[in-house]
């Protein structure tokens, strides 16, 4: 396990140092801060709106930067001949495999922690304005009642940062499968491909339920093959609705959700995104076994 710290850590460095990384990250705290600012039109719902917008803003960076983390920490040391230079330690296969993605999620992790952490900030700002809440008021009812809507929003919104984290490591797995085969041409837009696929499985059921029994076979294969990833999707709960935070103007809303069932969907998520990355790593395993690591095959 040393000898995959040791090249997580290595892999990690390697992936936050990159110019596209920082550049990815500076457009998204650019793009969160000018929503932050702007009105969305919704009639009282715009720090909700908010927090939709800014998730996908998220996501979109901090995908792109994790596939050219991948492409270059796998499919380019394989092509110069680098993974040929680590693979003449004492280290297996599967070690450089999983310290490669470990280390590929913790900057994707990083990513999520710092474009979350002005996404909140920008909703802490935005909500007394979207709720017409005067923040020099002397009222301690009004002073109550901003502070709950802030802790409110907030605290819905680090689960679904959590979840959307996982997505992005469930996608990373892929990645990493593909990598040891294909370079960044082949493996962004068929990630990307996957993720249009993945968040489209949940129409499969519905699609399938009157076909014959070639058409719901095939349904099934699809879902089975393709990430699930609704499951990863925790806005019905952690941005639409209302929670109801424990000493709030909330606790007592009978149709808010309690804070602890976002968690529980979270953990729940975390389950499905451990054993999806472990079989999309196994695929990748075998793909890396029998890969020539002196350069392009052929």
């Not at 110019?19 to 929503?35: D, E, T, W």
């Not at 689960?159 to 990645?175: E, F, H, M, N």
């Not at 068929?190 to 993945?198: D, N």
């Not at 968690?263 to 451990?274: R, T």
Request: charged share 15%; net charge neutral.
């Amino acid at each position: 396990m040393y000898r995959t710290f040791v090249i997580a850590r290595h892999t990690f460095f390697e992936s936050i140092v990159q110019p596209i990384y920082s550049l990815l990250l500076g457009i998204g705290v650019a793009v969160l801060a000018i929503f932050a600012v702007l009105p969305f039109f919704t009639l009282g719902e715009d720090a909700v709106m908010y927090k939709a917008v800014s998730l996908d803003v998220i996501m979109l960076p901090v995908l792109i930067a994790t596939l050219f983390a991948t492409s270059k920490s796998i499919y380019e040391e394989i092509e110069d001949r680098t993974m040929l230079t680590l693979m003449s330690k004492p280290v297996n296969r599967w070690e450089v495999l999983v310290g490669k993605y470990l280390g590929i999620i913790a900057s994707a992790l990083v990513a999520v922690a710092i474009l979350g952490l002005v996404f909140c900030l920008c909703l802490w700002f935005r909500v007394p304005m979207d709720y017409t809440l005067n923040t020099r008021t002397v009222d301690e009812y009004e002073i109550k009642q901003i502070a709950d809507y802030r802790w409110m929003h907030v605290a819905g919104a680090v689960p679904s940062l959590v979840g959307l984290w996982l997505q992005v490591a469930v996608l990373a797995a892929i990645s990493v499968a593909l990598s040891t085969r294909f370079s960044l041409v082949v493996n962004l837009p068929t990630v990307i491909l996957v993720y249009i696929a993945g968040n489209l499985t949940r129409f499969i059921d519905p699609a399938v339920a009157d076909r014959g029994p070639i058409a719901r076979g095939v349904g099934y294969l699809l879902k089975t093959i393709l990430p699930y990833l609704q499951v990863f999707d925790l806005r019905e709960k952690g941005v639409y609705a209302t929670i109801a935070l424990k000493g709030s103007v909330f606790a007592n809303d009978p149709s808010a959700v309690s804070l602890a069932s976002i968690w529980g969907d979270a953990g729940l998520s975390f389950v499905y995104a451990a054993f999806y990355a472990t079989a999309a790593l196994a695929v990748g395993l075998l793909l890396f076994q029998t890969r020539e690591l002196g350069g392009a095959e052929g």
